[in-house]
């Protein structure tokens, strides 16, 4: 009903259905079909159709001063109701792994902050196989997926990690899964299940690590030891 009325004005002021349904972009049997369920509704005829155009009946000139100001008063709410909606400010809190959301992400958090002042930002930091549901956020971002999550979930992006020898390893360099399980290593929580692929080969190799950690800056300290 209150489209019906939004239709009545506009014409109203148009003197045309052409015109009014141009101005609230519509087709003009939308628009026709609008004002005469209104007209219908009320049981009343709003407006005198000629060939010149609408004009308003006595009944149509008492609703139009009664909705009018109405009309015009709602719209500009819900306008600015939609500006604030999708305006760039507020408080937005975002939820990472440590090793992600400091250090990597720094500069972007700069650029964030310089590009949109009107943001609040708070950066929770978290462990990587934190359940983020329990997290009262409104982003977070983790690696892999968390099944049975009630979350929506997007996928942004793909890391693709790989081994590397310490600058102060002296052995040989494995160059087979029986010699790379012999040799003391070190890996990240989330990362501790090595899947090795080459070519078409692929293999996974459960090992056992000299030390481990949630956070990927403590293994990179660990991994010069």
């Not at 506009?10 to 009014?20: D, K, P, Y």
């Not at 349904?21 to 407006?47: C, D, K, P, Q, W």
């Not at 009630?150 to 693709?160: D, E, H, M, S």
Request: proline residues 4%.
């Amino acid at each position: 009903m209150l489209d019906n009325f939004k239709a009545f004005v506009a014409a109203a002021e148009h003197g045309s259905f052409t015109s009014a349904a141009r101005s609230m972009g519509m087709t003009i049997s939308t628009m026709s079909r609008r004002v005469h369920e209104l007209e219908s509704h009320l049981g009343v005829e709003l407006f005198h159709r000629s060939t010149q155009g609408l004009s308003l009946t006595i009944t149509g000139k008492t609703y139009f001063q009664e909705c009018a100001s109405f009309i015009h008063e709602l719209n500009t709410r819900l306008d600015n109701l939609q500006k604030s909606i999708t305006s760039m400010e507020g408080k937005l809190t975002v939820a990472m792994p440590t090793n992600i959301g400091s250090g990597p992400l720094n500069e972007f958090w700069e650029r964030f902050a310089t590009r949109y002042p009107q943001i609040v930002l708070r950066i929770h930091l978290t462990d990587p196989l934190d359940d983020m549901s329990l997290v009262p956020v409104d982003i977070g971002i983790q690696s892999g997926t968390r099944r049975n999550s009630p979350l929506v979930q997007k996928r942004i992006g793909a890391i693709t990690p790989v081994i590397v020898a310490s600058s102060t390893f002296s052995g040989e360099i494995p160059s087979e899964i029986e010699a790379l399980n012999q040799c003391p290593s070190v890996a990240a929580d989330l990362f501790s299940e090595w899947k090795l692929v080459n070519g078409d080969r692929n293999e996974v190799v459960q090992k056992q690590h000299v030390h481990t950690s949630n956070d990927m800056n403590v293994i990179v300290s660990l991994g010069s030891v």
